[in-house]
């Protein structure tokens, strides 16, 4: 089990939080810090079965001043998280071949 975590952000806080009350074992991957490969990237996209820029965070003000005026294509967006990952979505929690976003937090014991 993985959760892909920012330690800035109080949801994704809450979320290790619950996996911890609950007795889970989780590999926390602090993407922020260690940014993800392209490959992990499409795995997790994958897994949620969503497109890229479903996992974008529209709201982040790199956003609003980089990337809302430019349509982007998939590829493009995940190149765009990897480069700027504070642009993803978070956390999301990875068990097996199931991932969830973590929004509301509670979201990752549905795993």
Known sequence: MRLYHNGQCSKSCKAVELL?????????????QNPISRAELDEILSLLKIDAFDLVRTKERLFQEKFADKPQKEYDWVGAMIQHPELMERPIFV???RAVIGRPPVKVLEI
């Open 20 to 32: 911890k009350e609950e007795g889970r074992e989780v590999e926390l991957v602090e993407y922020t």
């Open 95 to 97: 068990n097996g071949n």
